[in-house]
């Protein structure tokens, strides 16, 4: 596992690429520090800390099965593909990962979409973790959120020391940091209306995946919908109840529902088809 | 995503293809498996383990008279078919129920904790009785035989039973069919007798009547008629005889006057021509009358009487002899000692005494005038009172005779109301009468009516009891069974194994019916009316993997360890399993023989 830490930090500083707030990409283990601002054209993993892809969680393992298989790759470009259609049909670039209840797998579709829109060299990814009462995203990468977006938010930590760069090109995550059992309110907060806003047209190529916790369990999502492009409904195969799917569909009224991603199938075959 | 996307997503969605229903065939398997299972083991023991029933039969014929009805009529009437019934019901009867179960030792298990009254009713449960019908059409259908069956466990029960049961049947009919042969023949004695009875009431009452009204019966009729029409008639007669008396009176009565005024007139002259005159008078009369009524006539007779009397004065006269006088004397005390005997002998009213009376009166006065012969005058007065007291006496004759009219008319008046009222009665009498004749002939019918019927009757019993009506004939004797009439293994098997199919179906199909979650893509099709934009298949970690193999060996072994557990436990504790096989083998052999034989 070292060898690989090491030679995908080598391939990064080969092609010395750094994320927005102009932070250096730097070669170490822990935390990255804030540094000031970015220069424009050269996306500087200067602020972010850099954790590698190493082996650790469930479902960072997970994570690491799914892409070992061929077809699961070959799903996620295609559902990026679709994605970034209808995005870039009506020039968004926000998109929210949702799904009716817990379990259902949208933090692993939404990493995984991330992961698959990062190898696209024409963007940039930013995925930030709106789940505040279970933070999830963050185990996905075996990072230990020291500081997140609850931080930014509470704290007034600085933006950019709570970005992660977790060793993938043109990726950068936002932990949801601390654990806040009132999240709904803080997400409604102008501090984070501005982020939102401010994250979205900060460059044009980057695109931004919120993972917001499930529908039914908390209003976070409803609250927070308003404010991205597009939205994207994971339903697990055989557990997701149609009731529950139906008042998801009823609550997403309005809101930009670009399509549903069928997870967990036991299906053989992965690709859609009636 | 709109409500009208998934409506139309309702409506348009594809049928389910193969690939769902084997998706979800592959999702439900083990509901389909374990219900099948658990159901088709319990099919199998069910048709190997359930008891078989044997079923004995008996045909009994109802067979029709040797000897015709038309020519014997039977006292047994009726439809064949309700005879049976009541038959049935009689020996179906509990107290022989009983006998035969505790004859045969039955239903030992069920006695033990049932109360006899249902045990015998479970009895009646296997008692079969079925009818056989025959005829033209469907309408005409007469029952010409019926089947008696019993089931049991044992096939050797089974027909024993079923005979005791042909038995009771047979000896019930023919009792039943004597009994009231003679039943019949018995109430007609009785109300032949009864008739009898009656018949000889009403003869007395018609006796009793002709007695009790015996002039005014009907036939007395024209005979009273007649004796009403002569006394009738007589009585007829005496008015006009009375009428012819009452005449003669007058005419006496003008004679006395006649004679009266000459008493006293002329002297010696005159002696003898009143008294000629008379004489002559008289006479001529007497001609006239002889004439007109013949010498027996009373008239006549007096008038004979008077004119002898008369002459006979007048020779006396001439005579004026006191020989004469003497000699009138001595007649006349011989009148008087007649007339003494006379009236002792028949009363002053015979018409004996009184002619005697008559006489000694004459007599008397002849006498008188003897011992007075001086004066002629006083003869010819003497002969004039004569005359008067012989017309006197006529005319006292003449009365009596009226009275003696008067009396018998009374008589025959009494006579004639007697039988007229005798008459007036006889319609009323004669109403009794056609009442009581009425009853008699009506009695005397009915009672010739029941002595035919009797003899009906009496030839019926005899049919009776030579057995030659209609009787019941056991044609098929209880069979032995050797094949079990239920259950019928096979279809038990069949059926079964069928419906544990559908059984395991079924839970299946009601767990995906009742499944709220979605399934598959279909499912979010007919939900969000378009497919998902990507089908993630599950992606199993290599710890999952691991995990999941792990726990399947550790329920395979579980599982064995039961089994093994089960089959160590049975074989120790309940029943060794070699025995155990033997014993289904014979189950196989005996209940399911078509499975056994391949099996060997």
Known sequence: MEKIQKALEKARRQRGMGLDDGA?????????????????????????????????????????????????????????????????????????????????????????????????????????????????????????????????????TQFASCLVHPGVERLVILPAGSIVHSSSELLSTPKMVDLVDEVKGRYPDRIVIYDLPPLLVTDDAIAFLHHVDGCILVIEDGKTRKGDVRRSLELLEGCNLIGTVLNKSKEASGIAYY | MTADVIESAYDDAPAMGVSDYLAILKRRIWYIIIPSVVMAIAVVGIALVWPATYRSEAIILIEQPAVPPELVASTVTGYAEERVQIIKQRVLATENLVEIINKHDLYQRERKFQSLHSVVEKMRDHISLELISAGQNRRAQTTIAFTLAFENRKPLVAQRVTNDLVSLFLSENLRTRRERASETARFLAAEAERLESVISEVEGKLADLKQTHAGSLPEQLKHNLDLVARAESEVRDLDQREHIIKERLIYLDSELVQISPDTGGSATAGITSPQQEQLEALRTE??????????????????????????????????????????????????????????????????????????????????????????????????????????????????????????????????????????????????????????????????????????????????????????????????LPDMPDSPNRAMILGVGLVLSAGAGLGTALLREVLDPSVHGVRSVVLLTGTAPLVVVPYIQTRNEIWRRRLWRSAYVFCGIAMISGAIAFIHYKVIPLDVLEVRVERQIQRNLPWLASPLE
């Open chain 1, 24 to 156: 250096a990409l730097q070669a170490r283990d822990g935390p990255a520090r804030a540094t000031c601002a970015p220069e424009a054209g050269e996306i500087v993993y200067s602020e972010t800390r850099t954790i590698a892809a190493g082996e650790g969680t469930v479902e960072a393992q997970r994570m690491r099965a799914g892409f070992a298989r061929q077809d699961l790759v070959d799903t996620f470009r295609i559902l990026r593909t679709q994605v970034l259609h209808r995005l870039a049909a009506d020039g968004h670039s926000t998109l929210a990962i949702t799904s009716p209840n817990r379990g259902a797998g949208k933090t692993m579709t939404s990493v995984s979409l991330a992961m698959s829109l990062a190898r696209r060299v024409a963007n940039t990814v930013l995925l930030v973790d709106l789940d505040l009462r279970r933070p999830s995203v963050h185990k996905y990468f075996s990072i230990e959120p020291q500081k997140g977006l609850s931080e930014y938010l509470l704290n007034g």
């Open chain 2, 286 to 479: 007497f001609i006239k009358a002889s004439a007109r009524y013949g010498p027996e006539h009373p008239d006549v007779v007096n008038l004979s009487r008077l004119i002898a009397a008369l002459e006979s004065e007048a020779k006396r006269i001439s005579d004026t002899s006191r020989e004469d006088a003497s000699r009138i004397e001595e007649e006349r005390n011989l009148v008087r000692t007649e007339l003494a005997q006379a009236s002792e002998k028949y009363g002053a009213e015979h018409p004996d005494v009184v002619e005697l009376n008559r006489q000694l009166a004459v007599l008397e006065a002849a006498v008188d005038s003897s011992e007075s012969p001086s004066d002629s005058a006083v003869n010819g007065e003497g002969f004039a009172n004569r005359a008067v007291a012989e017309l006197q006496r006529q005319k006292q004759t003449a009365d009596i005779e009226l009275n003696a009219i008067e009396r018998r008319r009374q008589i025959l008046k009494g006579t004639i109301a007697e039988y007229e009222e005798k008459i007036e009665q006889i319609p009323q009498v004669e109403r009794q009468v056609r009442q009581l004749v009425r009853e008699y002939t009506d009695a005397q019918q009915q009672y010739q009516n029941i002595k035919a019927k009797q003899i009906t009757a009496q030839l019926g019993e005899t049919l009776e009891d030579e057995r030659k009506g209609e009787r019941f004939s056991l044609i098929e004797p209880p069979t």
